[in-house]
């Protein structure tokens, strides 16, 4: 048997380390189910406004931890922060979204796109971690995050959200070349502001890649998977000597896991179409896995959510390696008390299937 160290649960758990029990945090799990967030949210008056004001962000970070039992932060912002200090007219419509008054949709435009540094344009951000870094005093990890190039690409490009990406997909079969320039300026820029917020005070940085899914195998490769894979390369090299745990999450992945275990991540986020027993079989010991409890589960009964929490850590089975999450992120009308018991059954259920790993010890 491995020995544990005194390293946070999740830390452990993303690099396949011995736990005691599963760690568990929601992706936006920061948001509109809470009332606490509601009221800051009104507050603020904008969401651009809160994400900008790093003392509510930092409020609204903190929130979830002072109501349950989670094994990680995530700093409140957004995966459009960037493409907003490129100055593109970023604003949020009710019930429709991010919309951009300046798309990109040439080779010029790409071209015009400027140099940020992430600690004066994005400064707030920064800000907002070294905030709830000294809030959290080692309580548990900060998890940092970004959008991906590709997903980052697909709003700059369509000016909004899309059902069919029609002019992002024009460009990447039409002008490919041009679509490389974007997703090339995208990536560096996404490694200089990861690495600027471990600097800050991440532990953990995830990489989301919620639009991933659109593109066939060869095409998620070459246009999504290689440009995290250059990200994380690139971070890392701007942190010497410094080990940072990466997720990535594409959504609708479980075609691409091979791949994305080849990759340097790691750790896997997962949505709710596959099953982490067929994942856990596909990346073997090469990275861990989180997930991936289908969101709508927590509007069923304390009963069906503790059932549903037991079949699926009975699913990933025993060992080390797995991360505890919702398959994305929790929808804004769940009630927090289905939260409570979510987080209550993983808690409960789960130091089982770590019985054969030595005690953690907490001194």
């Given at each position: 048997?491995?020995?544990?160290?005194?390293?946070?649960?999740?830390?452990?758990?993303?690099?396949?380390?011995?736990?005691?029990?599963?760690?568990?945090?929601?992706?936006?799990?920061?948001g509109?189910?809470?009332?606490?967030y509601?009221?800051?949210?009104q507050?603020?008056?904008?969401?651009?406004?809160?994400?900008?004001?790093?003392?509510?962000?930092?409020?609204?970070?903190?929130?979830?931890?002072?109501?349950?039992?989670?094994?990680?932060?995530?700093i409140?912002?957004d995966?459009?922060?960037?493409?907003?200090?490129?100055?593109?007219g970023?604003?949020?419509?009710?019930?429709?979204?991010?919309?951009?008054?300046?798309?990109?949709?040439?080779e010029?435009?790409?071209?015009?796109?400027?140099?940020?540094?992430?600690?004066?344009?994005?400064?707030?951000?920064?800000?907002?971690?070294?905030?709830?870094?000294?809030?959290?005093?080692?309580?548990?990890?900060?998890i940092?995050f970004?959008?991906?190039?590709?997903?980052?690409?697909?709003?700059?490009?369509?000016?909004?959200?899309?059902?069919?990406?029609?002019?992002?997909?024009?460009?990447?079969?039409?002008?490919?070349?041009?679509?490389?320039?974007?997703?090339?300026?995208?990536?560096?820029?996404?490694?200089?502001?990861?690495?600027?917020?471990?600097?800050?005070?991440?532990?953990v940085?995830?990489?989301?890649?919620?639009?991933?899914?659109?593109?066939?195998?060869?095409?998620?490769?070459?246009?999504?998977?290689?440009?995290?894979e250059?990200?994380?390369?690139?971070?890392?090299?701007?942190?010497?000597?410094?080990?940072?745990?990466?997720?990535?999450?594409?959504?609708?992945?479980?075609?691409?896991?091979?791949?994305m275990?080849?990759?340097?991540?790691?750790?896997?986020?997962?949505?709710?179409?596959?099953?982490?027993?067929?994942?856990?079989?596909?990346?073997g010991?090469?990275?861990?896995?989180?997930?991936?409890?289908?969101?709508?589960?927590?509007?069923?009964?304390?009963?069906?959510?503790?059932?549903?929490?037991?079949?699926?850590?009975?699913?990933?089975?025993?060992?080390?390696?797995?991360?505890?999450?919702?398959?994305?992120?929790i929808?804004?009308?769940?009630?927090?008390?289905?939260?409570s018991?979510?987080?209550?059954?993983?808690?409960?259920?789960?130091?089982?299937?770590?019985?054969?790993?030595?005690?953690?010890?907490?001194?």
């Open positions: 048997m491995v020995a544990m160290t005194k390293e946070p649960r999740l830390i452990r758990a993303l690099l396949r380390q011995p736990v005691d029990q599963t760690p568990v945090w929601i992706m936006r799990q920061a509109r189910y809470l009332p606490e509601r009221a800051v949210r507050q603020a008056k904008t969401f651009l406004t809160l994400c900008k004001t790093p003392e509510l962000a930092c409020q609204v970070t903190l929130q979830p931890l002072e109501r349950f039992t989670l094994d990680a932060a995530i409140f912002s995966i459009l922060t960037i493409p907003d200090a490129f100055q593109l970023l604003h949020f419509i009710e019930n429709e979204g991010p919309c951009f008054d300046h798309p990109v949709t040439t010029a435009d790409i071209l015009q796109l400027p140099t940020i540094d992430p600690e004066i344009e994005l400064r707030y951000v920064m800000d907002a971690i070294r905030l709830v870094k000294h809030e959290l005093d080692s309580r548990v990890p900060l940092g970004a959008g991906s190039p590709w997903t980052i690409a697909t709003y700059m490009v369509e000016g909004k959200s899309s059902k069919n990406f029609n002019q992002i997909k024009k460009m990447l079969y039409a002008t490919p070349q041009a679509l490389h320039k974007l997703l090339l300026h995208l990536s560096n820029t996404i490694a200089g502001y990861l690495a600027a917020q471990v600097k800050a005070g991440a532990d940085v995830m990489i989301f890649d919620t639009w991933g899914g659109l593109l066939s195998c060869p095409d998620y490769v070459e246009f999504s998977l290689n440009y995290m250059k990200i994380i390369k690139d971070m890392q090299a701007l942190l010497p000597g410094k080990k940072v745990p990466v997720i990535l999450f594409t959504k609708n992945s479980g075609q691409y896991l091979a791949d275990a080849n990759s340097s991540c790691d750790a896997i986020g997962l949505d709710w179409t596959i099953s982490l027993r067929k994942a856990r079989e596909l990346v010991h090469q990275v861990a896995l989180q997930g991936n409890l289908d969101p709508a589960v927590l509007y069923g009964t304390s009963a069906t959510i503790h059932d549903r929490v037991a079949a699926l850590l009975e699913d990933y089975g025993t060992g080390p390696g797995h991360v505890f999450n919702l398959g994305h992120g929808y804004p009308d769940i009630d927090p008390e289905q939260v018991a979510m987080l209550e059954a993983v808690q409960s259920m789960s130091r089982k299937y770590h019985r054969s790993e030595k005690k953690y010890d907490e001194s």
